[in-house]
């Protein structure tokens, strides 16, 4: 049965400081990994998507990466601002119907 | 492009009554998703719908809740009788097909559900 694992699940950062969330997966065979930032009361936002044949993908300020193999992904954002406070959630999808597992999620403050 | 609507965004009843949001998902999506989000956790998929057809209800508590998506569009998803565990924010979700495992989903904004 597929986990997966987000740590640190909280994370306070000073404005303009280059910060890393990290996802883990206790499966290796997924299709793809996908980070979703949620904002209070909202729902939530595609980031990023990567299948598994790549290991990175690259989004302005944002950098994902992944490694099938040890199953881990790490989220990568740089310079970061006040408006990037959020919920960042990971999710794999690991079958063929596009079932989604996610993570418990990371909440991140960055500090004005 | 519209986005995945949802109604209500907030419900708030009372134990063993019984309730029912509404998902429209983006045109044109055949595959229509129903998480559940426990305050704290990561969605679960509750039931994934391929056009008007049920593909995964593994995790659905049918002895209370039902879903159903006539004419392969909207959606509805019911709890009856609600219990207090069922407090949570009901995402809905569409992508373009469920068969072919690269295509992102798509998420609404919610309903969040309170049970007193």
């Known amino acids: 049965k597929q986990e997966v694992t987000q740590i640190p699940a909280a994370l306070s950062v000073p404005e303009g400081e280059n910060l890393v969330l990290n996802c883990s997966f206790t499966?290796?065979?997924?299709?793809?990994l996908q980070w979703f930032r949620q904002d209070p009361g909202k729902g939530l936002t595609s980031l990023l998507l990567i299948q598994s044949s790549q290991r990175e993908q690259t989004s302005g300020r944002l950098n994902a990466s992944l490694d099938k193999s040890s199953g881990r992904s790490t989220l990568y954002i740089a310079a970061s601002q006040p408006g990037d406070s959020a919920t960042y959630l990971c999710a794999v999808n690991g079958g063929a119907t596009n079932k989604l597992i996610f993570g418990t999620g990371t909440l991140l403050a960055v500090q004005p | 492009e519209a986005g995945v609507a949802q109604s209500p965004r907030y419900k708030i009843i009372e134990k063993r009554q019984s309730v029912a949001f509404w998902c429209n998902p983006i045109?044109?999506?055949?595959?229509l998703y129903w998480y559940q989000q426990i305050l704290g956790q990561g969605p679960k998929l509750l039931i994934q719908?391929?056009?008007?057809?049920?593909?995964?209800d593994s995790q659905l508590p049918k002895d209370r809740f039902s879903a159903e998506r006539l004419k392969g569009v909207d959606s509805t998803l019911k709890i009856q009788p609600a219990k207090l565990e069922d407090s949570a924010v009901y995402l809905c979700a569409s992508s373009l097909t469920g068969t072919v495992y690269t295509y992102e989903q798509y998420f609404g904004p919610g309903t969040r559900l309170t049970v007193t």
């Open positions: 499966d290796s065979a997924i299709y793809n």
């Open positions: 719908f391929q056009n008007n057809g049920v593909v995964d």
């Open positions: 045109s044109g999506h055949a595959t």
